[in-house]
T-cell receptor, first 112, second 112 residues
Framework: DAGVIQSPRHEVTEMGQEVTLRCKPI?????LFWYRQTMMRGLELLIY????????DSGMPEDRFSAKMPNASFSTLKIQPSEPRDSAVYFC??????????FGSGTRLTVV | GENVEQHPSTLSVQEGDSAVIKCTYS??????FPWYKQELGKRPQLIID???NVGEKKDQRIAVTLNKTAKHFSLHITETQPEDSAVYFC???????????WGAGTKLIIKP
């Protein structure tokens, strides 16, 4: 198994642009999580899905953030419009029944 | 809701000595307690986990202990090596929503 696959690994964009982060979870995992990590705020849960259905999006900072999971093997996190304070490392993680989260390599987002 | 506190925030030990990191949780319904290691610039990786029906679990130089009465759990690393230097996160979840609640992390420094 290739693990959780995220793309792109690095993204540099200008303020106001749309950013789309992608994630392919481990096959057979039924939970998918999107996290954001910064030095100041640590690991923050943004949203999670169970069997492709969003369960809790209370961590999404504002309406500029949206996430979808159209099928069991793909999820996106979109920021529109992006702002410098969105700069962070975004991790996707998947798990089976909530145990043993496996994280992707992350996307380092820089908004200038 | 659940709250997880982790101590210390930084721990410096001599190579070869033992390191202990402690976490407390608030929700008595929590029943799953994983530990993650995150090296600089890399993803968090699961190193060991324990479920509430077990008091202790070992994997080579790493062990985790759980005290359900006191609602705390600890990570023990023996014979520390330079490659143990990283940030370690504890987490807890209950069976109700499978969402992990994270500690703030401990930066472990192994001095040569």
């Amino acid at each position: 198994d290739a693990g959780v696959i995220q793309s792109p690994r690095h993204e540099v964009t200008e303020m106001g642009q749309e950013v789309t982060l992608r994630c392919k979870p481990i096959s057979g995992h039924d939970y998918l999580f999107w996290y954001r990590q910064t030095m100041m705020r640590g690991l923050e849960l943004l949203i999670y899905f169970n069997n492709n259905v969003p369960i809790d999006d209370s961590g999404m900072p504002e309406d500029r953030f949206s996430a979808k999971m159209p099928n069991a093997s793909f999820s996106t996190l979109k920021i529109q419009p992006s702002e410098p304070r969105d700069s962070a490392v975004y991790f996707c993680a998947s798990s089976f029944q909530g145990y043993g989260y496996t994280f992707g390599s992350g996307t380092r987002l820089t908004v200038v | 809701g659940e709250n997880v506190e982790q101590h210390p925030s930084t721990l410096s030990v001599q190579e070869g000595d033992s390191a202990v990191i402690k976490c407390t949780y608030s929700d008595s319904a929590s029943n799953y307690f994983p530990w993650y290691k995150q090296e600089l610039g890399k993803r968090p990786q699961l190193i060991i986990d324990i479920r509430s029906n077990v008091g202790e679990k070992k994997d080579q130089r790493i062990a985790v202990t759980l005290n359900k009465t006191a609602k705390h759990f600890s990570l023990h690393i023996t014979e520390t090596q330079p490659e143990d230097s990283a940030v370690y996160f504890c987490a807890a979840s209950s069976g109700s929503n499978y969402q992990l609640i994270w500690g703030a992390g401990t930066k472990l420094i192994i001095k040569p």
